[in-house]
């Protein structure tokens, strides 16, 4: 059984302990490292490359806001799930436009935390029935991700290889789903997606599939 790889980021000490013994129960599971904040996380996750990471916000020297932003600029196949104990709407709008795919609150039981990880390391995104009203809420109000008019052909930057990808990141195919149909490693579709972020002007998954679905990508019949 292959397991899920996890980076453990948070600045307070007995919580960041506490939760590495949670994990550490699950079988599915492997606690890889741990950071107390966001400079360390961004260097253990370099060095470690894990499959997901759970990022508290308020940390010293570079919070996890900052931190998710770094690592996924290199590694954007990296599934990051902000931990905190606030609530706000800024803090979910931030996490997300940095590509976080999951958000938990500090409160959260154990098996919304299982639940999340297992999601994300799956590909998915995964809020909570709370944070996604939260999330439609700033879609709807947030110019930052505000729909914007497309050209005839508007991903014409792309390479015929990024569109295809694109195509299946609109349907909701994880990486492994995308590797799997056109027949390419996982790395190679990480890349793909890289270089797709940077030319749609995206910083995350969610963001991707927006503009991608605004121009008509991702319908199934």
Known sequence: MTRIRILVVDDHT???EGLIALLSRARDLEVIG??????????????????????????PEMNGIEATQQILQTRP??????LTMMEDDD???AALCVGARGYLLKGADKAE?????RAVANGEALFGPIIARRLVNLFQHHNTISPIAMPTSPFSDLSEREQEILELIA????????????????KTVGNHISHIFNKLQVV?????????????LGKTD
């Open 91 to 93: 803090a979910v709008f």
């Open 77 to 82: 196949e990296t599934g990051v799930i902000v």
């Open 204 to 216: 995350s998954r969610a963001q991707a599939i927006v503009r991608a679905r605004q121009a008509g």
């Open 113 to 117: 935390v299982l639940k999340t990880i």
């Open 34 to 59: 741990s950071a107390a904040n966001g400079v360390e996380a961004v260097t253990q996750a370099t060095a470690l490359l894990p499959d997901v990471i759970l990022m508290d916000i308020q940390m």
């Open 14 to 16: 007995l919580f960041r």
């Open 171 to 186: 349907q909701g195919c994880n990486n492994q789903e995308i590797a799997a149909t056109l027949h390419i490693t996982g």
